[in-house]
């Protein structure tokens, strides 16, 4: 249905906008017919990248390949990539035929051919018989799957989409969430996909890359991501909030033992990027869904401690607990509602908590951003 899938190289690629680093000197390398997602906060660059792709930015340094050609200087059109912005911006005045077939046509094709291409999109997102209604006689879901049509019917090597479910609610959200897996699927295309949600960014992509500053902070599949952030920043931006302070007392090629504050020995899997002798500092963190809860029992020897809770919010399956220890350690825990049977739980009672060691995980101090995220 579209052209061949194409790989994208960014070698040393950065933007400066006068003293603003909008990105800095970076390299990534797409895979044709990946689905990749950037994700990040507000700011830290992921509009600029996903431009300088299309060609819509200059770059200040580096170079941009696509399917292997060197693209850095080339205008868009020349680039064999496509862009959905958020906003999708169709024409109000135009039929959704002609919405969807505009790249055709400025691509010089007779008009016929070209509607027989639109109509084809039109039944692929299941709006067939609604190519003579005008945009504002949609659903905004509806129109998001013509804005998608409009950007594929042009068959790119690569599909770039900024934000394209920024305006939608929840439901429609994941609707279309699948819906954008499906179509990535079925023409194999090659996604550069730029989001802030980062439940969004996990549950659509093959890869991640998490950027902070215009730099790409880790790169990896979404189960490595959530399971092994390698940072501070990664490990809160993707909803994983305890990160322990600790201390190392014994290291060998099976465990390594710490401590910290008001917490039984912590013991942890040695992970091959990381050598550490008794003495160092490190950040480990936890998960808070990683963690069991008891009511009663003694506190284990290691991995664990006992928590007076604090605070409780029910969020339908689970209980979202936030606990102190007696000596002020602080920790989120999330339980099953399943798992606690009949009992609820309730600020000031005592619960006994655990972790198995593979639940923690070591955190590389980020050089580039000593101090808070
Ligand atoms: N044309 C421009 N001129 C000057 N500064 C710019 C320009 N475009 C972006 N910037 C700056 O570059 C930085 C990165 O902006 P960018 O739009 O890429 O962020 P983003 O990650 O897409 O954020 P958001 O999630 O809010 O869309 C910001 O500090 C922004 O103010
Ligand atoms: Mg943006």
């Not at 399917?67 to 850095?72: K, L, Q, S, Y």
């Not at 060691?357 to 101090?365: E, G, H, I, Q």
């Amino acid at each position: 249905m579209t052209g061949a899938a194409k790989d994208v190289e960014l070698i040393d690629v950065s933007k400066a906008f006068g003293s603003t680093h909008a990105v800095k000197p970076l390299s990534l390398h797409v895979k044709a017919g990946e689905f990749l997602t950037l994700l990040g906060p507000s700011g830290c660059g992921k509009t600029t990248l996903l431009r300088l792709i299309a060609g819509l930015e200059q770059v200040t340094g580096g170079e941009i390949r696509v399917g292997g050609d060197d693209v850095t200087g080339e205008p868009p059109n020349r680039r064999d990539t496509s862009i959905m912005f958020q906003d999708y911006a169709l024409f109000p005045h135009k039929t959704l035929i002609d919405n969807i077939a505009y790249g055709l046509k400025m691509r010089g094709m007779a008009k016929s051919e070209r509607n027989r291409k639109a109509m084809s999109w039109l039944e692929t997102i299941e709006l067939a018989g609604f190519g003579q209604r005008l945009p504002h006689q949609l659903s905004g879901g509806q129109r998001q799957r013509v804005a998608l049509a409009r950007s594929l019917i042009v068959e790119p090597g690569v599909l770039l989409l900024d934000e394209p479910l920024g305006a939608l609610d929840a439901n429609l959200r994941r609707q279309m969430q699948h819906e954008l897996r499906r179509v990535h699927k079925d023409v194999g295309l090659t996604f550069i996909y730029v989001t802030h949600d980062q439940e969004e960014a996990l549950t659509m992509s093959d890869r991640v890359a998490v950027m902070r500053d215009g730099c790409i902070e880790q790169l990896g599949t979404s189960v490595d991501i959530y399971d092994q952030p390698e940072t501070e920043f990664v490990a809160r931006f993707i909803g994983l909030c305890n990160v322990i302070e600790a201390e190392v007392v014994a290291s060998t090629k099976t465990e390594i033992t710490c401590t910290a504050d008001g917490l039984a020995p912590l013991a942890l899997t040695p992970s091959p990027s990381h050598t550490l002798k008794t003495g160092d500092r490190i950040s480990v963190a936890l998960r808070p869904e990683a963690i069991q809860v008891r009511k009663t029992g003694a506190v284990p020897s290691q991995n664990g401690l006992r928590l007076r809770i604090e605070d409780v919010t029910f969020v339908g399956s689970t209980f979202k607990i936030k606990g102190a220890s007696p000596s002020g350690q602080t920790l989120d825990v999330d339980v099953g509602r399943r798992e606690l049977g009949p009992h609820l739980l309730e600020p000031g009672q005592e619960i006994i908590v655990e972790w198995d060691k593979s639940a923690a995980n070591v955190l590389r101090r980020s050089s580039a951003h000593e101090g808070s995220p």
